[in-house]
């Protein structure tokens, strides 16, 4: 299969499952139920940046469905698999809509889910300053807790924002990363689906910051490439609909960087198998330059840290 | 601009032959107008001159005709010597033009002279050149020798040979078509072509192919390799283009014709402080030297000269009256130039003891007193300023472009997208990996030259935008380059013209969509590039996704490329015919039959629209068979 048919492959598979989730939550609390993300003024965002439109319900929901049909276009051109990239951003946001939808709380620690609009407008000032010299988003799961660590400490150790999706988030767990907002390390779920939770921040980002008006998709992907300096690690084996999503996060403008065999996508898809280098080799492809030298003492030194209260008994 | 009798879609050509016509001045066009009809059994290649009982004709149109020359000759063996014949002067024209820059590089003398050091060292590694202990001058002595002897030695095959991934060579040696001396292609192609020796089509155009072969793989390959080694490997720089590269107030210098020895020198020259003083004293402001054809390819791509216009614009330069003296060399040269020439003040100077023309003033061009010769040709253009005879008209119209992609450049612009800590530099592998992902659809050359059966430019240019829009990368040379230049294709601009695929790789690598390869004998770096990218693949060059044109094409030389480049496995869209169509089988078996053999064929169609969409299909073919 050529990467664009398992792109379209795993965007319709989104989408499909999107079409199922969204009829079982209608189901269950029929279409007039309200559809939300807790504690936003953008209502879905992906949906409400990219087409203009807010959800309120689930039958809007369920309406939204044909948008994300729209886009997946079968063709052999990288458009159109950047679009369906987009669609399956767009299922996985209803995916994601329908739990909030018919679940009271499901996210639980440790896990995020959706992320406030408090927490973004907090990580405005840093970002623009280059105090988060960028944002990693590591998906899957690493051959072993000790790589794991070993790649979300690299980048915490030098102020990125991590966000974790999937095994990854136990991995990092056993591994014993520090966690938490102000320690810039945040996991967002076990699902794939919930990676569309970061995406929301870099979308929420360019509608507050950026002032990019909710309805212009070309300037939307074009503040996220040029201002959000995010990219995405994703670990272990790589389903269509992993790649799929991978293909979501180039429409944005970050490069995905992975150790499974893969078709590489020069500056955009990259394969890294020592895990030693996927660090810097993100680095270098997103081009984040750390502002702060690194100092080699054993703790962890960085603003990461800033927000971390020293025990006395430490 | 579509009822002009120029029949061009450049503003500056409309308007300059618009000039010529109110100053009663005869162009191209006007002979070719008044040539009509043309003869029809020259068009499809069914008249034979090669003995004294001929002519011969073959009659198609009725039954009672000749089926058969005088000596049996039928229209298969006439079309298909015909046809081989004109890829041996094509190949012959390109192979003299290598073998000149060997000389020069043989009499370079001394180290200054020799500006690629790096390069030399490279094909020196290449041929099996010891280095140590020698000097540079020693090495390049060396390798003129070597390269000189391509052209006539007895045994064995070309060098350049080597450069082809490994399944092409071993089909080639299997078919019987790997050259060896490239001299002596062409002369197996005159003698089997004389009356009474080869009569068997597809004989006649393996002895056709092995000529072509030699001149890509030899004698084109020779002149860009060596050229780069005196003159320098082209990297990226932007120039302007187009007839409004002319300045009024200045001594304008036009250097036409194929060999950069010449117009290398002439730039030099034209940079001489003593020269400019002496411009200034005759009341110009400067001397602007600018190229025209090949030759302003080559000091275009290499010093960024201005490229001043493509084979139909030639006379029209001289049309705008400021042009003090145009230089010309050798191939594509007009002979009415002398005439044109008459009717302002420029001086039409031929500098090559292989290319004179009546009514031209001759000074003898040679690689040993270059400096000291061009010098004095500049002076004379700048003692010619005073002279300006009518009112001088040139058309505003010029644009920009980033031109000097060489394989070399090329490369070092895909490095900007490895990362250091994931792939080597230095390699193809981007731009393999940008095709094997879909990004980029494939790849496709423009080349070629004008023809007054194409409308003027808007073939190249109309051809380009078809494919940039599907997300085929377009490389282009010779004439097609002018073309593509002056329709701002070679401009960042011209992003807006691309596919999403496309538009992100050249924004990535900061480049054009259209990559000015260079000159004609320059199509061997884009057989260098094809090579590459098919041993990095492991596949052969008839494999990847990629196909040429010349949508324009006129001359013997094109006919050498694009044969050249079919037996090299690409296939091959001409937007006009070659002469055979009279014969059905010749045709077939150029435009279908080369294929299972070469894996490489020609197609003709003169729509741009639709050779587009015939590339497009092939390059899917491909990409289908290679399972990407
Ligand atoms: S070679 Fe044969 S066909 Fe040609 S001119 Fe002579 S007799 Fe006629
Ligand atoms: S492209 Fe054709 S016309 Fe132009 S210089 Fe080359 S051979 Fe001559």
Redesign the interface.
């Known amino acids: 299969m050529t990467l664009f048919d398992i792109i379209f492959t795993g965007s319709r598979q989104a989408l499909e499952a999107a079409k199922a989730t969204v009829a079982a939550a209608v189901e269950k609390k029929g279409s007039d139920a309200r559809v939300a993300f807790p504690e936003t003024a953008y209502s879905l965002p992906t949906i409400y940046a990219a087409t203009g439109k807010k959800i309120g319900s689930l039958g809007e929901l369920r309406d939204a469905l044909s948008i994300v049909e729209s886009l997946i276009v079968p063709e052999q051109n990288l458009e159109k698999a950047l679009n369906a990239g987009l669609a399956t951003a767009l299922s996985a946001e209803i995916i994601e809509a329908c739990k909030y939808a018919v679940e009271e709380k499901p996210y639980s620690e440790p896990c995020a889910g959706f992320i406030s609009d408090a927490v973004i407008r907090s990580l405005g000032v840093p970002l623009v300053t280059g105090d988060i010299p960028g944002v990693a988003v590591v998906l899957g799961e690493a051959p072993s807790a000790e790589e794991a660590a070993k790649i979300i400490k690299g980048y915490q150790n030098k102020g990125l924002l991590v966000f974790l999706v999937g095994k990854i988030i136990d991995q990092a767990i056993e591994g014993k990363v520090k966690m938490g907002l102000e320690l810039r390390v945040i996991p967002l779920g076990y699902d794939v689906t919930s990676v569309i939770h970061v995406v929301t921040v870099a979308i929420r980002a360019a509608l507050i910051f950026g002032a990019v008006p909710p309805g212009n998709l070309e300037e939307l992907l074009k503040y996220t490439k040029e201002r959000v300096p995010a990219f995405v690690n994703a670990l272990g084996s790589l389903s269509g609909l992993v790649v799929s999503a991978g293909a979501g996060a180039i429409a944005l403008g970050f490069p995905v960087i992975t150790d499974q065999d893969v078709q590489e996508v020069p500056h955009y898809l990259i394969v890294q198998k020592d895990y030693d280098k996927i660090v810097p080799t993100s680095l270098e492809a997103r081009g984040i330059k750390i502002k702060i030298t690194e100092v080699p003492i054993p703790v962890g030194f960085a603003a990461a840290f800033e927000g971390e209260r020293v025990r006395k008994e430490d | 601009m579509e009822n002009c009798a120029c029949n061009t879609c450049d503003a500056a050509t409309k308007k300059l032959y618009e000039k010529a016509k109110s100053e009663r001045i005869d162009t191209i066009w006007d002979r070719a107008l008044a040539m009509q009809p043309q003869c029809g059994f020259g068009e499809m290649g069914l008249c034979c001159t090669n003995c004294s009982m001929g002519p011969c004709r073959i009659v198609k149109i009725s039954e009672d005709g000749p089926k058969a020359g005088i000596c049996g000759a039928t229209e298969d063996t006439i079309t298909s010597r015909n046809f081989a014949r004109a890829v041996a002067a094509g190949a012959a024209a390109h192979s003299d033009h290598g073998r000149d820059i060997a000389l020069a590089l043989y009499h370079a003398g001394d180290k200054t002279r020799i500006r690629n050091e790096e390069k030399l060292f490279k094909i020196a590694g290449e041929w099996g050149i010891t280095v140590e202990g020698k000097d540079t001058v020693q090495i390049a002595r060396e390798m003129a020798e070597r390269a000189l002897g391509e052209f006539g030695k007895v045994f064995g095959k070309l060098q350049f040979l080597q450069r082809a991934p490994e399944k092409r060579i071993k089909l080639w040696d299997e078919l019987g078509v790997a050259p060896g001396a490239i001299d002596r292609e062409i002369v197996e192609v005159l003698h089997s072509t004389h009356m009474g020796c080869d009569a068997d089509y597809r004989n006649i155009i393996r002895q056709a192919i092995r000529a072509a072969l030699s001149d890509g793989w030899g004698g084109s390959m020779i002149g860009t390799e060596l050229s780069d080694v005196l003159f320098g490997t082209p990297m990226p720089k932007k120039v302007e283009a187009n007839l409004g590269v002319l300045k009024k107030e200045c001594v304008n210098i036009v250097v036409h014709g194929h060999d950069p020895t010449l117009s290398e020198a002439i730039v030099l020259a034209s940079r001489d402080p003593e020269l400019l003083e002496l411009a200034r004293k005759q009341g110009a402001e400067g001397i602007n030297v600018v190229g025209m054809c090949c030759t302003g390819n080559e000091i275009a791509m290499r010093q960024g000269i201005p490229m001043a216009g493509d084979f139909f614009q030639q006379e029209l330069a001289i049309v705008t009256g400021a042009v003090e003296a145009m230089i010309v060399d050798v191939q594509c040269i007009m002979p009415s130039l002398a005439t044109v020439a008459k009717c302002y003040h420029t001086k039409l100077i031929t500098t090559s003891p292989k290319a004179k023309i009546p009514g031209a003033i001759h000074i003898e061009f040679n690689e040993q007193k270059s400096l000291e010769i061009a010098r004095r040709i500049v002076k004379d253009a700048v003692m010619n300023f005073k002279n300006r005879k009518v009112e001088v008209f040139i058309p505003d119209d010029k644009s920009e472009g980033r031109i000097g992609y060489s394989f070399e450049a090329i490369i070092k612009a895909?490095d900007r997208?490895?990362?250091?800590?994931?792939?080597p530099s230095g390699t193809v592998k981007?731009l393999v990996?940008?095709i094997?992902?879909?990004?980029l659809?494939g790849a496709a050359a423009i080349v070629g030259c004008n023809n007054h059966r194409q409308p003027h430019n808007t073939c190249h240019v109309t051809l380009a935008k078809e494919l940039l829009k599907?997300?085929i990368i377009v490389v282009t040379t010779g004439c097609g380059a002018h073309a593509c230049i002056k329709a701002g294709l070679m401009d960042k601009d011209a992003r807006k013209y691309c596919?999403?695929?496309l538009a992100?790789?050249c924004e990535?690598l900061d480049i054009p969509p259209v990559l000015h390869m260079g000159s004609c004998v320059d199509i061997s770096r884009i057989l260098v590039l094809l090579s590459e990218v098919a041993k990095y693949m492991g596949v052969d060059i008839s494999d990847l996704p990629v196909a040429a044109a010349a949508p324009e094409w006129m001359s013997e030389k094109a006919q050498s490329i694009g044969l050249y480049a079919v037996a090299s496995g690409v296939y091959v869209i001409l937007g006009v015919p070659p002469a055979v169509t009279g014969s059905e089988n010749v045709t077939g078996y150029l435009t279908k039959g080369l294929e299972s053999v070469l894996g490489g064929r020609f197609e003709i169609e003169n729509d741009p629209v639709e050779a587009a969409a015939k590339i497009a299909a092939h390059v899917?073919n491909r990409?289908k068979r290679l399972?990407?």
């Open positions: 895909l997208v490895t990362n250091s800590f994931a792939h981007p990996d940008a094997k992902s879909g990004v659809r599907r997300d596919g999403k695929g992100t790789v990535l899917e990409r399972g990407i």
